[in-house]
């Protein structure tokens, strides 16, 4: 049986005033998905009525609201933060794509934000994610 060892997470190289910054980030953006998701889930009629005029219907709001919530979650779990802003980076450019394409106009404005915010996280925690994705056990268990 062989044994992996992971290195220091290259966090601990950054500027402390860069660390902090990034988690504050991470912090704000979990806040957001939380609010967004539990709209979502929660069925708020407004927000239904929003995606009913880009043809999507309640369940698919349901399972984007569940999507939401559980990268809120991850947003805020330090080991599995930059996984969480991939996944991020991936339902935001397709909120982009979709909005451009359906509503347009202004209403593209925050998910575009949201996607370049969302993508400076992931970026940053690039090598985190990487070793996560390589080793995911001795990530998890911190070994």
Same mark, same amino acid.
């Given at each position: 049986?062989?044994?992996?060892? #992971?290195?220091?997470?290259p966090?601990a190289?950054?500027? $402390? +005033?860069? $660390?902090? !910054?990034l988690v #504050?980030?991470?912090?704000?953006?979990?806040?957001?998905?939380?609010?967004?998701?539990?709209g979502? %889930?929660?069925?708020?009629p407004?927000?239904? +009525?929003g995606?009913?005029?880009m043809g *999507?219907?309640?369940?698919?709001v #349901?399972?984007? !609201?569940v %999507?939401?919530?559980?990268?809120? *979650? !991850?947003?805020? %779990?330090? $080991?599995?933060a930059g996984?969480?802003a991939?996944?991020?980076?991936?339902?935001?450019? !397709?909120? =982009?794509v979709i909005?451009a +394409?359906?509503?347009g106009? +202004?209403? *593209?404005l925050l998910?575009?934000?949201?996607l %370049?915010? *969302?993508?400076?996280?992931a970026? =940053?925690? $690039?090598?985190?994610?990487a070793?996560? =994705?390589?080793h995911?056990?001795? =990530?998890?268990?911190g070994?």
């Amino acid at each position: 049986m062989s044994t992996t060892t #992971v290195t220091e997470a290259p966090s601990a190289a950054r500027p $402390r +005033a860069a $660390r902090w !910054g990034l988690v #504050v980030l991470q912090v704000l953006l979990a806040a957001l998905y939380l609010m967004s998701g539990f709209g979502k %889930v929660s069925l708020d009629p407004t927000t239904v +009525a929003g995606f009913a005029m880009m043809g *999507i219907g309640p369940a698919g709001v #349901v399972a984007l !609201g569940v %999507v939401e919530l559980a990268a809120a *979650i !991850g947003l805020l %779990v330090p $080991r599995l933060a930059g996984l969480a802003a991939t996944g991020c980076v991936v339902l935001m450019t !397709g909120a =982009v794509v979709i909005t451009a +394409a359906t509503v347009g106009g +202004a209403m *593209i404005l925050l998910p575009a934000v949201v996607l %370049v915010l *969302i993508a400076v996280v992931a970026w =940053v925690r $690039r090598a985190e994610t990487a070793a996560l =994705v390589r080793h995911p056990r001795a =990530v998890l268990l911190g070994r």
